[in-house]
């Protein structure tokens, strides 16, 4: 299934740079590994108090014979980041709490399987350049799986996003690195993205390369490349 953690507080800092207090977004991916379509609907909301970041995947693979007829994943994450000091020397620390989880089926509806709970909480380190056009955010959480042991139950995450990369206006460059462990395995989940935005504030082409060890039932190291759509509302 495919995860996409995007930007949570970098977007957070690069959008308070630009002066927005909150955005969605709707992608559609064709997946050119897993050869069926994906589409994520993602949330960013800023307040006082820190921000919230939610996404919702689903995949779109459940067959009758030849025709997909419905969804068979789907994946879900918020994400809440307090920030009460941000006039202080430690304005760049957020603490984050986190929740995700999902479910899903096989290609004929066979075989279903869950994506346990899981319950996240740790910190947030937001480094970025003076117009916070390169930002990075490094993240340390306890990561708790329901009904799932993991030998070290911890996350380790770097989130980046570049705007304007090489000096091309509106090609911005962003995505994610996860590692964890579930059970006695290590995952880990990258998802590098690139979009260029077609001229109007709205609508972006591009695409994602998923690069992943032992995720999602895929033993070893496997790549999965998309292309795809992004509306901004």
């Excluded at 459940?62 to 920030?83: H, M, Q, W």
Aim: net charge negative; aromatic share 18%.
């Amino acid at each position: 299934m495919k995860k996409v953690f995007l930007l949570a507080v970098a977007s957070a800092a690069l959008f308070f740079a630009q002066g927005a207090k909150a955005q969605t977004n709707f992608q559609t991916f064709y997946d050119l590994g897993r050869k069926h379509f994906t589409t994520t609907l993602e949330g960013f909301h800023q307040d006082n108090w820190g921000n919230t970041f939610f996404f919702i995947d689903y995949d779109y693979n459940n067959k009758d014979g030849n025709k997909v007829i419905s969804p068979n994943n789907t994946y879900f994450e918020i994400a809440r980041c307090l920030n009460f000091w941000s006039d202080s020397a430690l304005a760049p620390l957020s603490l984050q709490v986190e929740y995700n989880g999902g479910f899903g089926t096989a290609a004929n509806m066979a075989v279903a399987f869950p994506v346990n709970s899981a319950f996240l909480f740790g910190l947030d380190w937001f480094l970025h350049t003076s117009d916070f056009n390169n930002t990075l955010n490094l993240k340390v959480l306890y990561k708790h799986f329901v009904g799932l042991a993991s030998k070290v139950p911890l996350q380790f995450t770097a989130v980046w996003g570049c705007q304007d990369l090489f000096g091309a206006k509106g090609l911005r460059f962003s995505g994610f690195v996860d590692v964890w462990c579930e059970g006695d395995h290590a995952v880990v989940l990258s998802e590098p993205q690139l979009w260029f935005n077609c001229g109007t504030e709205h609508f972006n082409i591009g695409g994602e390369v998923e690069f992943s060890y032992n995720f999602a039932g895929m033993e070893g190291f496997n790549v999965m490349p998309c292309i795809g759509t992004k509306w901004v509302f």
